[in-house]
């Protein structure tokens, strides 16, 4: 997006992507070209701050999990020592009670 020379005039032209191709919208020339040049850097500005936002929002949500998963290490840990102690052991990832002759 931009302002090109063109002739000797100044002339604001938008650039659009389409599939694989980037298209040319011709956006006027003088001030009703600045007008419109304004609100397409408002636009952009809008949506980098959305940007922006979504990406503390998402670095938060990983925060939060790494905070989570550390929490259930801690209570698969402690459960795994108490069924221990408790005379249990892991049989084909199961918990079963051992038997006295064992």
Not at 5 to 23: E, Q, T, W
Not at 37 to 57: G, M, P, Q
Request: proline residues 0%; hydrophobic residues 35%.
């Amino acid at each position: 997006m931009g302002w090109e020379m063109r002739a000797g005039r100044l002339f604001y032209y938008r650039k659009r992507r389409i599939g694989r191709r980037v298209v040319s919208e011709y956006g006027g020339s003088g001030e009703a070209a600045a007008v419109v040049a304004a609100l397409d850097a408002h636009e952009r500005a809008e949506r980098d701050a959305r940007r922006k936002e979504r990406r503390e929002v998402r670095r938060q949500e990983r925060a939060i999990d790494a905070e989570v998963e550390a929490v259930c290490r801690a209570a698969r840990m402690l459960t795994a020592g108490a069924l221990l102690l408790s005379g249990y052991h892991k049989h084909n990832g199961q918990w079963r009670k051992t038997r006295d002759g064992e």
